[in-house]
């Protein structure tokens, strides 16, 4: 069993074995943005309900927690009553592009059982987490930031259903981009976490006014990151994209390249780095 959770992540998350991946880099980086742009779906959800409710007098004095969860092949938010958690007071369904949203439908209606047993999972996984691993929780300017969804994957011809819990680093400070530090765990239906990872130290960039003109913003990874991780994209597209940013570069140690990601275009290229100029040496005749 341990052999076939391994092979997923191998699988779906080759970020960390750049050495045993047999993929073009064409394949890797479309499979990242895939990956950041549903991270960037279930957080987009939820700032939008949250929104909703913060503008209906009604919705903010009955709103408990706000659940984001896929329910054939959509994605929904469901605001639970801070009352009554059983029940649900309001929900709002998204479009294939997440700006695409129904108006947030105040409701009063008991949770289905399929929904109950996604908060659940979800709440069970978290706990796990905070008990079983280190985690930095950050300064006053930084928190953690959870977002979970499941996933399936065909492992040796059988379908099988897992689900991600991101906690990403995120800042309350203005004017900067919170590179670093998030977390990615895997976790099976009965909640238990199989695999975890770190991606990056810390690395907040400051939003230069160099940045603004060029629309452009530039990291290095360490060694240990070959790759441009989807939490950077998605970090990039909320706090960079509202900032009027729209290249993130991310020069990868590791291999000696850059990946660069275009916010407008959503595409992920690779690109060589422009060779270092020599000094010609100058002779003076004695």
């Known amino acids: 069993m341990k052999h076939l959770f391994f092979s997923v992540f191998v699988l779906i998350f080759s970020l960390s074995f750049a050495q045993k991946d047999t993929r073009s880099f064409e394949q890797i980086n479309d499979s990242i943005l895939r990956e950041a742009r549903t991270i ?7 700032t939008m309900s949250m929104q909703a409710i913060e503008a209906h007098r009604k919705l903010r004095k ?3 927690e706000v659940l984001v969860m896929p329910k054939n092949d959509t994605v929904y938010a469901l605001v639970f009553s801070k009352d009554k958690p059983e029940m649900l007071v309001g929900e709002m369904k998204f479009g294939t592009d997440i700006r ?4 947030m439908a105040v409701t009063s209606r008991a949770a289905t059982q399929e929904e109950l047993d996604y908060y659940d999972l ?3 996984i978290m706990q796990n987490v905070q008990s079983k691993y280190d985690l930095v929780y950050g300064d006053k300017e930084t928190y953690l930031n959870p977002i979970f969804f499941p996933f399936k994957e065909k492992i040796r011809g059988k379908e099988v259903l897992l689900y991600k819990l991101y906690l990403t680093t995120e800042s309350n400070a203005s004017n900067t981009l919170p590179f670093g530090q998030d977390y990615m765990f895997i976790a099976t239906p009965e909640g238990k976490v199989i695999y975890n990872l770190q991606f990056n130290p810390y690395m907040p960039l400051p939003i230069s006014n160099e940045m603004l003109e060029t629309t452009m913003a530039s ?6 990151e070959p790759y441009i991780t989807p939490t950077d994209i998605y970090l990039f597209n909320k706090y960079g994209a509202a900032k009027g940013l729209n290249i993130l ?3 990868s140690t590791a291999f000696g390249i850059i990946f660069q990601y275009d916010w407008d275009r959503e595409e992920l290229n690779v690109m060589m780095p422009e060779p270092e100029e020599e000094e010609e040496e100058t002779l003076v005749e004695e």
């Open 62 to 64: 009955s709103a408990g």
């Open 219 to 224: 990291i290095e990874y360490p060694e240990r």
């Open 40 to 46: 960037y779906t279930y957080d987009k959800a939820f």
């Open 249 to 251: 570069q991310v020069t």
């Open 100 to 103: 695409d949203s129904a108006a």
């Open 122 to 124: 979800k709440h069970r």
